[in-house]
């Protein structure tokens, strides 16, 4: 999800719920400790060079049970990010704190934020030295026509 997706998605929401990929819900009470900008150059295992730009939310917990974050309360924080931090349109990445730091991505169910898990990936599968994984087939599937058969005596 964007940042201008999840812009929308506040102003027309009247409370707001983050849902963890197991299906539990962030605790109502959450806080949004960080709004940012980050920024990751690196080389791939290929040798090419490559930028990502993501908007960063951190949810936080404490023990302030009577804490209730507003859509319209986190959208201000979010415009504000924008502005001080030069925050575009970018993807958002959520982190979350398990047994440590997660990070997920951003969805929406029509009712809920949804926190989306993150794998690794190679980004050079033609350099990387890794076989394309090879296709399985029945052997027996490939028999046609008049062809000998186990035990059939043709050969």
């Given at each position: ?105 951003l969805e929406h169910d029509g ?45």
């Amino acid at each position: 999800m964007t940042i201008n997706e999840f812009k929308k998605l506040l102003a027309d929401s009247k409370e707001i719920a983050f849902k963890l990929p197991n299906g539990d819900l962030v605790p109502s009470h959450f806080h949004v400790t960080e709004v940012g900008r980050v920024q990751k150059d690196f080389i791939d295992c290929g040798g090419v060079v490559r930028n990502e730009l993501v908007a960063n939310l951190q949810l936080w917990n404490a023990d302030d049970y009577d804490h209730r974050l507003h859509p319209e309360k986190l959208l201000s924080i979010v415009e504000m990010s924008q502005e001080k931090l030069g925050i575009g349109n970018f993807e958002i990445e959520v982190e979350y704190q398990g047994e440590t730091i997660n990070k997920f991505g951003l969805e929406h169910d029509g009712t809920q934020f949804v926190l989306s898990t993150k794998m690794t990936d190679c980004l050079a599968m033609d350099n990387c030295g890794i076989p394309a994984e090879k296709m399985k087939v029945n052997l027996g599937d490939l028999v046609q026509g008049n062809a000998c058969t186990p035990g059939g005596g043709c050969c």
